[in-house]
């Protein structure tokens, strides 16, 4: 109940507020599983997309937004359930599995599920390569895959603001990306297939520039930073 009064309020006060320049919306299936696939500015992207999509959109976010304590904590945790996230432990050593595998839950259930498959946001603006856990749900599911491209969420929310900035933000939704043509979720090389097959549409629509690299978050201590180093360097 919490999450569709949310919606109903957030819907049109985004519209009146916000003005978002919204493409390709008719392009989304209204009925059956659905895989948003997005590339990802700003904290602020999954409220987007949950806002505009003509679907309940569900998406991971850090438990740290569901277990605060105080008043800060709920509401916190009623935020965040509102809009249809899923709490996921990045600490826990399996985080990337259990994150597709309630992606899956989601779809297997006729739901919409978003996700990045950068993996973490862009601080540079640039386009990331896509890692395969896309295709793993689409594959696994057969699902159709929504591609996304955001453009302005970065300025929503940056480093050194407490509250969303009202600026001019783009949403374009792609043309749904058939799963089942691109062969077996057991397949290495169809998994790549299908996430490059995302990534260029992402890429042909958000217009940025390639990065061919995959994106990593900012190492956490000195000897993150060597391994990465290392691991760069390595001719294997």
């Known amino acids: 109940m919490l999450k569709a009064v ?3 309020l957030a819907r049109p006060l985004a519209k009146v507020v916000y003005r978002p320049t919204v493409i390709g919306r008719e392009l989304i299936p209204r009925t059956g599983p659905v895989l948003f696939a997005s590339n990802h500015l700003s904290f602020m992207d999954s409220v987007v997309i949950t806002v505009i999509a003509p679907r309940d ?3 991971l976010a850090k438990a740290e937004y569901f277990t605060g304590t105080g008043a800060k904590g709920r509401a916190s945790k009623a935020f965040f359930e509102a809009i249809g996230a899923i709490p996921v432990d990045r600490e826990s050593t399996t985080a990337a599995q259990d994150s597709l595998e309630s992606g ?3 779809l297997e259930e006729g739901g919409a599920f978003a996700i990045y ?3 973490t946001r862009s601080r540079d603006g640039r386009l990331y390569k896509g890692r395969t856990g896309v295709a793993w749900l689409g594959l696994t599911t057969g699902c159709p895959i ?10 929503l929310l940056p480093g050194d603001a407490r509250v969303p900035r009202v600026r001019p933000v783009t949403v374009q939704f792609g043309e749904p990306i058939d799963s089942t043509t691109f062969g077996d979720a057991a397949s290495a090389r169809s998994r790549r297939r299908l996430t490059d097959e995302v990534m260029t549409a992402i890429g042909t629509m958000s217009g940025q520039e390639l990065a061919n690299a995959y994106n990593e978050p900012p190492a956490a201590n000195v000897v ?9 360097n390595d001719p294997a």
Request: hydrophobic share 35%; net charge positive.
């Open 104 to 106: 899956r839950e989601v």
């Open 117 to 119: 498959p950068e993996g």
């Open 6 to 8: 949310a919606k109903t």
């Open 146 to 155: 929504v591609p996304v491209a955001l453009t302005g969420t970065e300025e």
């Open 57 to 59: 959109v569900r998406f």
């Open 224 to 232: 993150e930073r060597m391994r990465r180093v290392l691991h760069r």
